[in-house]
């Protein structure tokens, strides 16, 4: 079976100096890890087994979800005690953040998991080695604002319990999907509307297994509107991407828009042994994101930008909040720094559209480009950067209101800050790459009314 190489790339793109040292038990020439133990990024979704959880979005009683409750137990020291079965052991289980938490050492049952670098930004950690049956011990200790991560970010988000919210456990079977791309566009006569999607899953047996992989479709008035499948043979120890593209008829009536922000929901399942063992839901809007190198359009109708930019810390007020922008005649909000999920799901819903933003916030120093000065042009601090791009795109680049990327905040400009937009622009070439530090150069791009 063929592979899809935009999705590969999100292994491919983790073979950077730094991992590759990682994983030899070294670290790169300054000593830094974009984020130690930390698995490759991948969207941001949840795995349920049962059907009826995954179409009412339950979490709380999901057998295959815990939340982590964590106590303070000294300065800076937090511990949260999981109860896991014995079925969880023989499943693929992950720490995920969801961001926002702070920079942090990770700790399962006294062994090092790895650390987080990036206040703002998310990870997951696979931790199944370290999980035993019974009660088990995770500890999380945050690092210092000298600690690694620090020359990336102005802002130092104070430690507090509250802040460990966005951290908590859930798995997969040993089969399963790792990964998916989505995308949904008119056919040749602009009649109905095709599906593409490309799916990644792994297998952590020995022999090769057999799968099927298909998906449920609902319009935006929750009529069902088909389903469809593929089978496919998954190598042992190894990962396939399963392709699936087909024309779902009676879809013309609704192209995603700011004017009609109509959103598709989608049950993606994966068969294995006979049996269903994952339904992964989440929302779709037809209609592709192109850039002609100065305005943006969706579904080929441009978008008449109105941008501010803004942050949502919190879900509490946000709702008021963006349709207080939306009433002032705003339609696109230009992130300050990186948002949680909840977010990216509420604007979608809202139509408004998004600029999104990596979590780079350095010191310009003047814009001092000698070895004292700014780290964006210093090439020991690439690993750091383009680690920060890579975490924005692979989480946010289904949402189809995302509509443009910013490599960061101003923090100078340099071989960092070029590579940065290189990196972005090869990854999505339908969308603008923007930043606000360029100065000028060549390492932004225009985009009419922000």
């Known amino acids: 079976m063929k592979t899809m190489n935009r999705i590969f790339i999100n292994t491919a793109l983790f073979l950077w100096p730094a991992a590759a040292a990682f994983a030899q038990g070294g670290t790169t020439s300054d000593g830094y890890l974009p984020a130690e133990g930390r698995a490759p990024w991948r969207t941001e979704f949840i795995s349920y087994d049962i059907r009826r959880e995954a179409d009412t979005g339950m979490l709380d009683g999901s057998k295959y979800y815990r939340a982590l409750d964590f106590r303070e137990v000294s300065p800076g020291n937090y511990e949260a005690t999981i109860e896991i079965p014995g079925l969880w052991i023989d499943r693929a289980v992950y720490i995920r953040d969801t961001g926002r938490t702070g920079r942090y050492l990770l700790t399962v049952n006294g062994e090092r998991v790895g650390y987080n670098t990036d206040t703002y930004g998310a990870g997951e950690w696979y931790v199944t080695p370290r999980l035993v049956e019974g009660t088990n011990r995770i500890v999380i200790q945050m690092l210092s604002p000298a600690s690694a991560g620090s020359d990336m970010e102005r802002f130092d988000a104070p430690a507090t319990r509250d802040r460990l919210t966005s951290l908590y456990l859930f798995s997969q079977p040993r089969v399963r999907i790792f990964d998916y791309i989505v995308s949904?566009?008119?056919?040749e006569v602009f009649k109905d509307n095709i599906v593409d999607l490309a799916v990644v899953v792994v297998n952590d047996f020995n022999m090769p297994e057999e799968v099927t992989v298909g998906y449920d479709i609902w319009d935006p008035t929750g009529e069902r509107k088909d389903y469809f499948s593929v089978e496919a043979t998954i190598p042992g120890r190894g990962r396939d991407t399963v392709r699936l593209r087909h024309k779902v008829l009676g879809t013309h009536r609704y192209q995603y828009s700011a004017s009609n922000p109509s959103l598709y929901r989608i049950v993606l399942t994966l068969r294995h042994g006979g049996r269903p063992t994952e339904y992964i839901p989440f929302r779709m809007g037809f209609g592709l994101t192109t850039y002609d190198g100065t305005r943006v359009s969706r579904g080929g109708v441009p978008i008449a930008v109105k941008a501010t930019e803004a942050d949502f810390p919190?879900?509490?007020?946000?709702?008021?909040?963006?349709?207080?922008?939306?009433?002032?005649?705003?339609?696109?909000?230009?992130?300050?720094?990186?948002?949680?999920?909840?977010?990216?799901?509420?604007?979608?819903?809202?139509?408004?559209?998004?600029?999104?933003?990596?979590?780079?916030?350095?010191?310009?120093?003047?814009?001092?480009?000698?070895?004292?000065?700014?780290v964006a042009n210093d090439p020991l601090y690439l690993d750091r950067f383009l680690d920060r791009q890579a975490a924005m795109f692979y989480r946010r680049r289904g949402y189809p209101n995302v509509i443009g990327w910013s490599i960061g905040s101003p923090s100078g400009n340099g071989y960092n800050m070029y590579k940065s937009y290189q990196l972005l622009k090869s990854l999505d070439p339908s969308r603008p790459v923007v930043y606000g530090g360029a100065e000028g150069e060549w390492n932004t791009d225009s985009v009419d009314g922000y």
Request: hydrophobic share 30%; charged share 30%.
């Open 184 to 187: 949904g566009h008119f056919d």
């Open 314 to 374: 919190t879900r509490t007020g946000s709702l008021e909040k963006l349709r207080a922008l939306k009433r002032q005649g705003y339609n696109t909000i230009a992130v300050t720094r990186p948002q949680q999920k909840w977010f990216y799901e509420m604007t979608a819903a809202e139509g408004l559209w998004v600029i999104d933003r990596a979590a780079v916030e350095c010191d310009p120093r003047g814009g001092d480009r000698t070895p004292d000065g700014t």
